[in-house]
């Protein structure tokens, strides 16, 4: 299932690509500001799709484990 959070201003796209690139170099801080950013939005989709709070709040886990994982193939 995709989930849209609407348009982004190309300035806002610009700044998080620049995040993303700082993640994949390894920025903590980077990473929290995307966590911050989508924790929300990814919980109230998971939430949304499970109906189950606790499995809601592991898929978040798992999404932010796996991005800070795989961070050195982010484009």
Do not use: N
């Given at each position: 299932?995709?989930?849209?959070?609407?348009?982004?201003?190309?300035?806002?796209?610009?700044?998080?690509?620049?995040?993303?690139?700082?993640?994949?170099?390894?920025?903590?801080?980077?990473?929290?500001?995307?966590?911050?950013?989508y924790?929300?939005?990814?919980?109230?989709?998971?939430?949304?799709?499970?109906?189950?709070?606790?499995?809601?709040?592991?898929?978040?886990?798992?999404?932010?484990?796996?991005l800070?994982?795989?961070?050195?193939?982010?484009?």
């Amino acid at each position: 299932m995709f989930v849209f959070f609407g348009p982004m201003p190309a300035e806002d796209l610009s700044y998080e690509k620049l995040l993303f690139s700082r993640i994949a170099g390894g920025d903590e801080r980077a990473f929290r500001e995307i966590f911050e950013r989508y924790k929300r939005p990814f919980y109230a989709a998971a939430l949304k799709m499970t109906r189950s709070v606790a499995e809601a709040e592991e898929i978040v886990q798992d999404v932010f484990v796996q991005l800070w994982q795989y961070r050195g193939s982010l484009p």
